[in-house]
């Protein structure tokens, strides 16, 4: 069994910056797939961003919504069994809940939500113009 909990949201101007955690507590292995999704209002949960261990090349991959790509960073402290989002230059669209999964089966597709089997109760992030 995993725990996910989010935090660092808030209310930010437009091309302000925020850093959102994860922790998690329970199995976290080096292989647990990492993520965070994101829902605005009247919408559907989205992928925002992944990280994911690669035996192939011996290090951490990380995914990126097209959305977001260039402005947000995803990385994971496995010491903590924290995964963070660093979002710069946040725009008004950005703006949601913002919720971070995990998974320890091997999946296909990152991008979908039915891959992941652990969820956080998410933690609000907004975007003023």
């Known amino acids: 069994q995993v725990q996910l909990v989010e935090s660092g949201g808030g209310l930010v101007q437009a091309g302000g910056s925020l850093r959102l955690s994860c922790a998690a507590s329970?199995?976290?292995?080096?292989?647990?797939?990492m993520c965070w999704f994101r829902q605005a209002p009247g919408k559907e949960r989205e992928f925002v961003s992944a990280?994911?261990?690669?035996?192939?090349?011996?290090?951490?991959?990380?995914y990126y919504a097209d959305s977001v790509k260039g402005r947000f960073t995803i990385s994971r402290d496995n010491a903590k069994n924290t995964v963070y989002l660093q979002m710069n230059s946040l725009k008004p669209e950005d703006t949601g809940v913002y919720y971070c999964?995990?998974?320890?089966?091997?999946?296909?597709?990152?991008?979908?939500?039915?891959?992941?089997?652990?969820w956080g109760q998410g933690t609000q992030v907004t975007v003023s113009s």
């Open positions: 999964a995990a998974t320890l089966r091997p999946i296909t597709t990152i991008q979908a939500m039915e891959a992941y089997t652990y």
């Open positions: 329970g199995r976290i292995l080096r292989s647990t797939v």
């Open positions: 990280t994911t261990w690669s035996g192939t090349f011996n290090h951490y991959i990380t």
